[in-house]
């Protein structure tokens, strides 16, 4: 009897060794079909990505006129950034009866190497464009970071105009061929920053 109990016995941990060994490997497989398929949807997704966004970058290249002028523009974009500080701008305003004054300082932003040699030829036309502006504006409105905001586009369309015009005069005296490969490769001011600003 305690023979027979003992087998009954030996016979339960047998199978319960075997029901857990193939649990286990159940288990096994299903932790790699979990894994399998998360590789699998991480693989689908950066081969959709990757095909999406060199569908935009060919169809981007493809809507020129032709890729050389594609790889110019992608050029120009690359272009670092250069500055051209000019000297501080010294203006007074009657306000009021009271003279006040406003001191700046103006850095210009540009990215072709031509422009220095255009800004310091045609410097006496620019900063008489600037003192000029500087005096039209309005005391008060100056002092908001609209005002300021404004004056800086003004000023970035005053530069921009005399360049321009000096540019195309001197363009004129070449020859066709000069003029055109000028126009292509324009002179260009970005953006006028101030580097100082003080009301008093």
């Known amino acids: 009897m305690a023979a027979g109990s003992?087998?009954?016995?030996?016979n339960k941990d047998g199978q319960s060794a075997d029901t857990g060994?193939?649990?286990?490997k159940q288990k096994k497989k299903k932790l790699l079909m979990f894994i399998g398929i998360a590789i699998?949807?991480?693989?689908?997704?950066?081969?959709?990505?990757?095909?999406?966004?060199?569908?935009?970058?060919g169809g981007k290249n493809a809507g020129g006129d032709d890729g050389a002028s594609s790889s110019e523009s992608a050029h120009e974009v690359a272009k670092p950034a250069l500055y051209f500080p000019l000297k501080t701008f010294t203006v007074n305003y009657d306000v009021n009866?009271?003279?006040?004054?406003?001191?700046?300082?103006?850095?210009?932003?540009?990215?072709?190497?031509?422009?220095l040699k255009t800004l310091e030829l045609h410097m006496?036309?620019?900063?008489?464009?600037?003192?000029?502006l500087l005096s039209r504006q309005v005391f008060d409105e100056l002092q908001t970071s609209e005002g300021k905001e404004k004056l800086r586009?003004?000023?970035?369309?005053?530069?921009?105009?005399?360049?321009?015009?000096?540019t195309a005069a001197g363009t004129e005296k070449t020859n066709g061929k000069n003029k055109a490969k000028s126009k292509d490769s324009e002179i260009n001011i970005e953006q006028v920053l101030f580097t100082q600003f003080v009301m008093q």
């Open 6 to 10: 003992k087998d009954d016995k030996s």
């Open 21 to 24: 060994a193939a649990e286990a």
């Open 40 to 57: 699998l949807l991480v693989v689908v997704s950066v081969g959709a990505t990757f095909f999406i966004v060199s569908k935009m970058m």
């Open 97 to 115: 009866g009271r003279q006040r004054f406003l001191q700046a300082e103006l850095t210009l932003l540009y990215r072709d190497e031509a422009v």
């Open 124 to 132: 006496p036309a620019v900063r008489n464009s600037l003192v000029m």
């Open 153 to 166: 586009e003004a000023a970035l369309t005053e530069i921009q105009a005399i360049i321009a015009k000096e």
